[in-house]
Structures are given as structure tokens and as C-alpha cells.
């Protein structure tokens, strides 16, 4: 056999020279399972975001716990209803060896965008204060709220 001879494709007449490749139908299976993973996965997505605002919250309510906390220390007591969290950031009146700012970024927002709550004195904390943020749905009570009362 020659050269030229020696990479030639011979096929029967009739035949066709298949190339290798894919065909329609694998194609369309692996769109098929691809379509199938992305739902599963894309479903996930939610619940997990969910569950991390909430974990944010909670941490959120803690940093401000350690600032009313130390404006405690600092004055002798909890800041008022009426002086809010606010009083976190400047000092009220009176409010005697305030060494504010107690918060370094400024209050946060809770992940859905609505102010912490606080109530001093508290309605569940009766010797201290209440401080929760309403969740996702932006309603009191219903189970979703973060607060600084239950258990996290």
C-alpha cells in the first residue's frame, strides 16, 4: 500500500461515512437534565437568602445589644423610648459620660429595609429593653420577627 492509499476511507456503495459528533437526541437529553439541575438549584436560592438575612438580623441586633450595652456603662442606664436608638449616635441631653459614637458605621437597617424597633422599658425585657426587627413580611408578630427576647 502507497501513501495515498493508506488514508483513504473506503465504504460499500450505499453506505454513508458517519462523522463523529453528537446526534439531535443526545443534544436534547442533555438540555433536558441541565433544565431539570437548574430548577432544582434555582429553587434553593431563596430559602438560603432567607435564612442569611435572618442570620444578618441577628447579628445586626447584637452589635446594637454591645452599643446599648456600653452606653449603659458609660451613663449609667439605657437610653429612653423617646431618645431611640439615636441616642447611640449623639448624645441626649442628658445623658452624662456619653462616649458615643457607640455604633462606627452608623444604625443599620435591617436586610428588608426597615429600622431596628427599641422599647425601653421593654415589654419582654422588662429590667432592660426590646429591641427586634418586624422580618421579612414588615408586620409584628407572625413568627418571622428577629428579636433580642426568643431565642435564636
Not at 33 to 42: G, N
Amino acid at each position: 500500500m502507497n501513501k495515498k492509499t493508506r488514508n483513504r476511507h473506503f465504504t460499500r456503495p450505499g453506505r454513508y461515512h458517519q462523522d463523529a459528533g453528537f446526534s439531535l437526541i443526545e443534544l436534547l437529553l442533555v438540555l433536558v437534565i441541565l433544565a431539570t439541575l437548574t430548577t432544582i438549584v434555582v429553587t434553593k436560592f431563596p430559602k438560603r437568602s432567607q435564612q442569611a438575612k435572618v442570620t444578618a438580623a441577628g447579628v445586626d441586633i447584637s452589635n446594637i445589644e454591645v452599643a446599648l450595652d456600653a452606653f449603659e456603662v458609660d451613663c449609667g442606664r439605657y437610653p429612653t423610648s423617646e431618645e431611640g436608638l439615636g441616642a447611640l449616635l449623639q448624645q441626649p441631653s442628658d445623658a452624662d459620660g456619653w462616649h458615643g459614637e457607640y455604633l462606627k458605621r452608623g444604625m443599620p437597617k435591617d436586610p428588608w429595609g426597615s429600622p431596628y424597633l427599641y422599647r425601653q422599658p421593654g415589654q419582654h425585657n422588662t429590667t432592660g429593653y426590646d429591641l427586634h426587627s418586624l422580618g421579612p413580611d414588615g408586620q409584628e408578630g407572625g413568627g418571622d420577627d428577629i428579636d433580642n427576647w426568643s431565642e435564636r
